[in-house]
């Protein structure tokens, strides 16, 4: 043999030596690069969930539904040529984990998840700069958390070359991974139709675009990504909800007319809920009354119910479309409010209606904050009024309280939406009282954030903010303070109605109250931080307290102003809370001095972790100066029901039966709707995750009785929730008014 033909045949042999060794590494590497993006997706689901306390009852259905997406992914990072399936590989990786790492921080901080498309758009209109501290704090608090969703981009890159080479896939391989995914997916929607136990279950939220972290915790946070999309897109397919029977509900609600109601709860005047009111039997004057000294013939109560002559049965029949409907048959049927001896006490009042930004009750102090001590002691005092965090904390507080409805729990923002669609708001104040002749004036001491500028001047406001009239308090250099003070919101805009001629509404956003608390980058805990130096609490909520006496100081200059100009007598003040300072529920518990539960799940208001929904109590003020008396409600009560009782006092013609809201001073319960759905009444709490009714103190209730009722609040808590978003969906009062 030739030197020349053993040197070919050591080199054949050694050539054929190399392929026998790197067939198993070949197919070891394109079984990696198949099987990474669908254990990267089941990796990034089960570790997210098992960081933020989710329940892992529900992995079957969140991991097919991972892993099917994950599927997809591998056929799309096989089809092109290597290098670009590389590079696309690790740009979808990036994208993943860091989709991941923004929704943990945006709980942590926000206290919930966004949805990819209604996040992207309040963003873009956001000044996010405005929340930096907040967010430092929030990766800061979670770098474990964001370390272990970024963790797959360490292994790509040490094991990429070697594992995941993601070489070109041929035809026949690439349908079989189509076929896969799709088999897989199908798995997911069969594990939907699974006999799950709950109030909420998987099967409804994969058909819905509300419940934004029910859906998280039980179809995955991708799913819940994913679905946003194809419902903003294609909209959402479910069907209407079915009637049932409306009235026999409502009666089930209001204790039916043989229930005997729980001491301060509902029924007939006596029954109230109201202590120490002034008109009892013996015919004492009415609270507010001018007294004469005379004994005053006593007038009979009217007490027929707050409706608006309207021809149900002709809209019913010519109804657009099944939503509309729906609501006209729900309308129709629910019991309305009837008026009651409070009605029209503040008729003809100028109005002045505070939402107070990041605002707890518990921080109210008679010798620190003199006036909010005041003004919620000596007017209406709510004794269970709840401020629940329902989706987009300020936005969807603001919405609550000004048109009576529930915001919806996912992509549109509700109050948002009003602006953009030009909807027809036809309750609330403003709108109700322009009609009456009053000038409406809106005022917030920041930028167009979520929309204000097109949202309240459709709710009928002139409305001024910064760029459209406000001029913001800056520091020496010309900076812009944040947050503003509220005292230098209410001087320089309380002359533009003081003095006028005709009644004014006013409504105030203040700000000062806004996170993050600190006395490093909160400028008005800064400027009133000797005023709590002595308080015994932590660093926190001393200066949580501290920003919120620029509220304080705010209220007592617009009182001095209202008594200067004589029309402090003839003035109605509103002051409630857009949401908890839910970023910091250490602070409620600290001026609570009390716990209302532990770990993250109360850090990131995760309503099931909560063990006392006393979080959420709050303070209402409803005062007048003509006020002799104060009056003690002790009903449970919520924000929804402030324009109806509003409306009621000021004697303005509405239809009670088109709010989600209640009368609190008539003779129906009102119920306050959780944003888990957890509910309370005046006759209990209902807990959702346990599934467990607890009554209130003296309500005696057979079992039977016990889950009658029970199943008639949640239906109705289904219905009013509905109601007030196919509102927003249909222009509803446009609709029947137009």
């Not at 009282?433 to 409406?440: A, E, I, P």
């Not at 609490?537 to 209202?562: C, M, P, Q, W």
Request: hydrophobic residues 40%; glycine residues 10%.
């Amino acid at each position: 043999m030739s030197s020349s033909q053993d040197t070919t045949e050591k080199r054949t042999g050694s050539e054929t030596g190399k392929r026998q060794k790197s067939r198993p590494a070949g197919r070891a590497s394109a079984l990696g690069s198949l099987l990474y993006f669908p254990l990267l997706f089941v990796y990034l689901e089960t570790v997210f969930h098992l960081y933020m306390e989710l329940n892992m009852k529900y992995a079957p259905v969140f991991l097919a539904f991972g892993a099917a997406a994950g599927l997809v992914c591998a056929l799309f990072v096989g089809v092109w040529r290597r290098p670009l399936n590389r590079v696309l590989a690790w740009v979808l990786s990036v994208l993943l984990c860091l989709l991941f790492c923004v929704e943990m921080v945006c709980k942590t901080v926000l206290a919930q998840y966004y949805q990819l498309l209604s996040a992207a758009e309040t963003a873009a209109g956001n000044h996010l700069t405005d929340y930096m501290d907040a967010i430092t704090a929030g990766i800061v608090d979670n770098l474990l958390g964001l370390f272990l969703m970024l963790l797959p981009l360490v292994l790509l890159g040490a094991a990429g070359p070697r594992l995941f080479r993601f070489e070109t896939r041929s035809w026949r391989v690439n349908v079989l991974v189509a076929s896969f995914a799709v088999i897989v997916h199908l798995f997911g929607l069969l594990l939907l139709e699974f006999p799950w136990k709950g109030d909420i279950v998987p099967g409804q939220l994969y058909a819905t675009d509300t419940q934004v972290d029910d859906q998280v915790e039980q179809l995955g946070l991708f799913t819940m990504l994913r679905l946003d999309v194809k419902h903003s897109l294609f909209g959402v397919s479910g069907g209407v909800i079915d009637a049932g029977n409306f009235e026999e509900l409502h009666d089930v609600l209001n204790g039916g007319s043989e229930a005997q109601p729980p001491s301060g709860a509902q029924g007939g005047l006596g029954n109230l809920g109201l202590s120490e009111i002034p008109g009892g039997p013996e015919g004492e004057e009415p609270s507010g009354g001018q007294g004469t000294g005379e004994e005053p013939e006593e007038e009979p109560v009217d007490t027929s119910p707050n409706v608006l002559d309207v021809d149900f049965d002709a809209l019913i029949a010519s109804a657009p479309n099944d939503g509309v409907k729906w609501l006209h048959q729900y309308f129709q049927s629910t019991t309305p409010t009837n008026k009651n001896e409070y009605t029209g006490m503040f008729e003809g009042y100028n109005v002045i209606f505070i939402t107070a930004e990041g605002f707890t009750g518990y921080m109210i102090d008679e010798e620190l904050t003199p006036t909010l001590y005041k003004l919620s002691h000596e007017g209406f005092v709510f004794n269970n009024f709840y401020s629940p965090l329902h989706y987009t904390s300020t936005s969807g507080g603001e919405f609550r309280n000004l048109t009576g409805l529930y915001p919806k729990s996912g992509n549109y923002i509700s109050m948002k939406k009003v602006g953009t669609a030009g909807l027809d708001m036809h309750f609330c104040l403003a709108q109700q009282l322009n009609r009456l002749g009053y000038r409406s004036l809106g005022f917030h001491a920041n930028g167009n954030m979520y929309g204000r500028l097109a949202s309240h001047t459709q709710l009928g406001y002139e409305w001024i903010q910064k760029g459209t009239g406000f001029t913001m308090e800056t520091d020496e250099s010309g900076a812009e303070l944040w947050p503003q003070s509220d005292l230098y919101l209410m001087e320089q805009t309380v002359d533009s109605f003081i003095g006028a001629e005709q009644p004014f509404n006013v409504y105030y956003l203040t700000i000062s109250g806004h996170m993050p608390y600190n006395f490093s980058g909160n400028r008005m805990a800064v400027r009133n931080r000797e005023a709590v130096a002595h308080l015994p609490y932590s660093e926190i909520t001393k200066s949580y307290v501290a920003a919120n006496l620029e509220l304080e100081k705010g209220l007592t200059y617009l009182l001095e102003r209202l008594e200067e100009a004589g029309i402090a007598d003839k003035t109605l003040l509103v002051l409630a809370p857009d949401h908890i300072p839910y970023d910091d529920p250490d602070v409620i518990e600290e001026l609570a001095g009390k716990t209302f539960g532990a770990g993250d799940e109360l850090e990131q208001i995760n309503e099931s972790g909560i063990s006392d929904f006393d979080i959420y109590k709050n303070t209402l003020i409803v005062w007048s100066a003509s006020m002799e008396e104060p009056v003690v409600v002790d009903k449970v009560c919520g924000q929804v029901d402030i324009l109806p009782t509003v409306s009621n006092l000021l004697g303005l013609p509405y239809d009670s039966r088109m709010l989600a809201g209640t009368d609190v001073l008539s003779d129906s319960s009102a119920v306050v709707i959780f944003a888990s759905r957890c509910w309370k009444t005046d006759k209990g709490f209902y807990n959702r995750y346990t599934e467990t009714f607890t009554p209130a103190a003296g309500v005696s209730m057979t079992p039977e009785e016990q889950a009658e009722y029970v199943e008639a609040v949640k239906q109705i808590v289904q219905y009013k929730l509905q109601a007030s978003q196919w509102v927003v969906d249909y222009d509803y009062y446009r609709v029947v008014f137009e």
